[in-house]
């Protein structure tokens, strides 16, 4: 039988379970962070990969909207820690930060290795210990979590726990959305896929042809909503920053009618009526395909008006044969792509859904099981990329952290032993070779 003490659980060591440690082990409270990879914040240092976009520069009131559905929740914890506060907590551990043309926020390395390197130096440096290669499995009859380890199973001594296991995308950097089984049915919403691509209805010679081409700066129309940028052909879709952006609204559109209409500007930059004008100059015999080259359209975005027009009835092209163009300038202006599905959670760079709302207590805290508490990408909320995402998991990360500083105060049951000392856990990270 192991001794029962205080000590704190924090499952999952990303940037919530991280943050919540923080506060926690900042307030001397004794924290062990475990976690079923090798090494500690896998996801971080990929999100890292093509620019750490720690958090964005817009005022608060509008960063507050990107969460949506969830703003009221998130807003006392996002104004608690805004996204000035992240920045100087990733300058104060040696990360200068910078605010890109489009208000995201940066770190100058651009890298999240430097910025991890010096956070898991300074909870080290105060005690924090971490348990590597554990994964959570469920709870003890004593009401801890259990893991298993490559020693065997093993419970830790102790009921008071963060869990803070990110959703389901990139399963391979750890976070694999396998707790939704450990907790109580309906007390967690689907997990989806958010930020993500779709697949379309368009014919596979479409995305054979085309994979990898970029339709740069186009802007695309939905539910109401528009998105500008640069939008990927895939194998089977179409993915980019627009693409996410508009995806909530989309995966609900689908989710509702199996389908969603996606309308894309492939000639940004020039109105329709000059449009027109540019494609009725010239020959009066000159082809189709001609015109449209002329006016500066790509073959990809060709491609997509030959099958709007298909799907059309050949309007544009009996508009043409009467010499007036409007109609084929308003399809380029405004060209349909139907979406058949979201891609697949896997492949997306976060999650919807997750623990609800309303299973926890404004701090954060499980209802049902008091003394565990819930934050980061795990929680239901979701948000565009921009710098979004991040902030919320360590606005929450902290929240659950300072929700379990006060639950324990309220409880002022002492210190009690750790089981730190006693060696039951590994006090040293496996830190992967660039960190190390
Ligand atoms: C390619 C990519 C790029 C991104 N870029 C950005 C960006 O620039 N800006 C931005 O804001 N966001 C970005 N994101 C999203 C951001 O990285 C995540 O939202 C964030 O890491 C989530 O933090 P978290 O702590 O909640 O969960 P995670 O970072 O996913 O951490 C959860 C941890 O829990 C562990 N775990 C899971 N299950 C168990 C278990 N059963 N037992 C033990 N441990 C477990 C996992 O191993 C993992 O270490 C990006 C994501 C991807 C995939």
């Given at each position: 039988m192991q001794k029962e003490t205080n000590d704190i659980a924090v499952i999952g060591a990303g940037p919530a379970g991280l943050s919540a440690a923080e506060i926690l082990s900042e307030a001397g409270h004794a924290v062990v962070v475990y976690d079923q990879?090798?090494?500690?914040?896998r996801k971080f240092l990929m999100a890292g990969?093509?620019?750490?976009?720690?958090?964005?520069?817009?005022p608060l009131a509008g960063f507050l909207?990107?969460?949506?559905?969830a703003k009221d929740w998130l807003a006392p914890c996002v104004t608690a820690f805004p996204p000035s506060a992240l920045r100087r907590w990733a300058e104060a551990l040696g990360q200068p930060c910078f605010t890109g043309s489009s208000g995201r926020v940066f770190p100058?390395?651009?890298?999240?290795s430097p910025l991890l390197r010096a956070w898991l130096a300074r909870l080290a440096a105060r005690g924090v210990v971490f348990a590597l290669r554990h994964r959570w499995i469920g709870w003890s009859e004593g009401g801890g979590p259990c893991f298993e380890t490559p020693a065997g199973a093993y419970s830790h001594p102790g009921r008071n726990v963060v869990l803070a296991l990110g959703g389901a995308s990139w399963p391979r950097l750890g976070s694999d959305g396998g707790w939704t089984d450990l907790l109580p049915p309906g007390s967690v919403s689907p997990l989806q896929p958010a930020n993500c691509g779709f697949r379309t209805a368009l014919p596979m010679a479409f995305h054979q042809r085309f994979e990898g081409t970029i339709l740069h700066a186009v802007t695309l129309c939905a539910e109401g909503q528009r998105a500008r940028g640069d939008v990927t052909i895939t194998r089977s879709g179409l993915e980019g920053a627009p693409v996410y952006r508009l995806a909530a609204a989309l995966r609900a559109r689908i989710a509702g009618s199996g389908s969603a209409r996606l309308l894309v500007d492939l000639r940004p930059g020039m109105e329709a009526g000059e449009l027109a004008t540019r494609l009725e100059?010239?020959?009066?015999?000159?082809s189709l395909s001609n015109r449209l080259r002329r006016i500066g359209l790509a073959p990809a975005a060709r491609f997509l008006l030959h099958e709007a027009q298909a799907q059309g009835g050949g309007e544009a092209a009996r508009a043409q044969e009467g010499g007036r163009f409007s109609s084929l300038a308003d399809t380029i202006k405004s060209c349909p792509v139907i979406l058949t599905a979201p891609d697949s959670l896997s492949r997306a760079i976060s999650t919807a859904g997750g623990v609800r709302r309303a299973v926890l207590d404004d701090a954060f805290m499980l209802r049902d099981r008091p003394g565990v508490f819930v934050a980061g990408e795990m929680l239901d909320w979701e948000a565009p990329t921009g710098g979004y995402l991040l902030q919320a998991c360590f606005a929450t990360g902290r929240a659950a952290g300072e929700g379990m500083k006060a639950w324990l105060a309220a409880r002022?049951?002492?210190?009690?032993?750790s089981a730190i000392e006693g060696g039951t856990v590994s006090p040293k990270a496996d830190l992967p070779p660039e960190l190390g």
């Open positions: 990879m090798p090494s500690p914040a990969r093509s620019g750490l976009n720690l958090t964005h520069a817009e909207t990107r969460y949506g559905a100058e390395a651009m890298k999240a100059r010239g020959r009066a015999r000159e002022q049951d002492g210190a009690g032993a």
